[in-house]
């Protein structure tokens, strides 16, 4: 399998990602929103940082993840929310609110594992560098188009894909696909998500010169009449092991079931969705992917959401909400700003415990919360809502106010959430008693946790 997306040492499957938009037209109060799930390894810890705006010498370089490139003259202020060792970021907005999410997908065109750009090098370049989303559209693919992508993206075990991205800021959003150096873009409005697979066939407003004629080339396609970029070019086998189909098909009925009434509480509950139905379990099956993705058993989930981001894009003084944690349906989204600070305990710093850190100290509880999920959940998701309803409510209100005042709000949102999840492990510690979780999941979680040094 030479086109496979894994090094040699792996034979996992990861899949994940779930990004959404709603543009003006489609929410409550007529402003635009962005919503990502960050999915990664389960002991890939997650960061969310601030990056200040800063001026840089002309001719000057900068150090991506695995290449240095030259610099821009001036990079835009932005708040990133990345895994911990990779120098880009899954998702983040920028100080002129362009917000971008990218995903993985699996496509025919042969990978390049030497070390090169990433997909998360592209969404930071073009955040640093993009005073709107048609911008970052131009930047992501001009930058494509000199250097390729290419180089590692797996944290214990090596992973190879290609990438696309949403990316909307107050007054524009795009979908940008890519399969090596060919791409294609289309400007979108009302509603629209990605999930590991290319969702454009033969419409797009931008794309590379020889993305038709590359498929023909290859004969995927007779001619420009059958093109279709998602069907020439998509990988069978790992497009369907993602699951993405599936997965952005209830994001996209979510969204067009809500419709004009898409507010910051529609895109969270979008990202907590673990399918129709209810009485989920996360132990349950040895496949499939759920937009709340909890990883398990064997290779096929092998990944998790770590992470997750809803932005409310105001075109003055954009809110955004994180979790900065695992699990979005065990998690608290809290409100930041750009530009009034993170705690630092929003950044870990490796795949092992680390008691000072949010991510961390949010996997004592989430973990206990997979022992028993059915029964743990449903108090849990009350109290949950009860605490984001309020942060909702009082953080678009005091968006306008100064830094300071904002600062002090989040700081506050922060030890309230964080009160709150002390309590849970309290509550969950008087409870314990044998896991309910299935033996495999079970097994599957017993070396998550010794790989991660987590405490007893």
Not at 394 to 404: D, F, G, N, V
């Amino acid at each position: 399998m030479p086109n496979g997306p894994f090094g040699k040492a792996n034979g996992c499957v990861p899949a994940g990602c779930d990004t959404l938009v709603a543009t003006a037209d489609a929410t409550r109060d007529g402003i635009a929103l962005f919503a990502k799930n960050s999915d990664r390894e389960p002991n890939e810890a997650h960061q969310v940082i601030a990056v200040a705006a800063m001026d840089h010498e002309k001719g000057s370089f900068v150090k991506c993840t695995y290449i240095d490139i030259p610099q821009a003259e001036h990079t835009y202020a932005l708040l990133l929310a990345r895994p911990f060792w990779i120098w880009g970021a899954e998702m983040g907005v920028n100080e002129k609110g362009v917000a971008i999410g990218n995903e993985a997908v699996f496509t025919k065109v042969a990978y390049n594992k030497k070390p090169g750009l990433i997909g998360m090098d592209f969404l930071r370049l073009a955040l640093e560098r993009a005073a709107c989303a048609k911008e970052a559209v131009d930047l992501i693919a001009a930058l494509l188009e000199e250097f390729g992508q290419g180089g590692n993206c797996g944290f214990a075990h090596q992973f190879y894909y290609h990438n696309s991205f949403l990316i909307a800021d107050p007054a524009d959003a795009w979908v940008l696909e890519t399969a090596g150096r060919q791409w294609a873009a289309k400007r979108i409005g009302g509603i629209y998500s990605i999930s590991n697979g290319i969702t454009l066939e033969n419409e797009w407003d931008m794309a590379s010169s020889g993305l038709v004629d590359h498929a023909v080339h290859k004969k995927w396609c007779k001619g420009a009449a059958d093109f279709s970029f998602s069907k020439c070019y998509s990988d069978f086998l790992y497009t369907t092991l993602s699951n993405c189909r599936q997965r952005r098909s209830r994001t996209m009925q979510l969204l067009l079931d809500a419709a004009g009434e898409i507010s910051v509480a529609t895109m969270i509950a979008v990202l907590r969705d673990h399918g129709p139905g209810g009485n989920y379990s996360p132990d349950r099956g040895l496949t499939g992917a759920g937009v709340c993705m909890h990883a398990g058993f064997g290779p096929v989930r092998a990944s998790q959401t770590t992470g997750s981001l809803v932005c409310h894009l105001h075109p003055v003084h954009p809110t955004l909400f994180v979790t900065g944690t695992a699990g979005p349906c065990t998690s608290i989204f809290k409100p930041v700003w750009i530009d009034a600070g993170l705690s630092a305990a929003f950044e870990p710093t490796s795949g092992r415990y680390e008691a000072s850190t949010l991510f961390w100290q949010h996997e004592m509880a989430h973990r206990d919360i997979l022992r028993d999920y059915s029964a743990r959940i449903q108090p849990i998701a009350q109290e949950r809502g009860h605490l984001e309803a309020e942060f909702i409510r009082e953080a678009l209100a005091m968006a306008s106010k100064t830094r300071q005042e904002r600062s002090a709000y989040a700081s506050r949102c922060f030890a309230q959430a964080q009160a709150l999840e002390t309590r849970w492990q309290e509550r969950m510690a008087a409870q314990a008693g044998r896991p309910r979780q299935n033996l495999l999941h079970r097994l599957a979680w017993a070396g998550f946790n010794r790989q991660a040094r987590m405490p007893e």
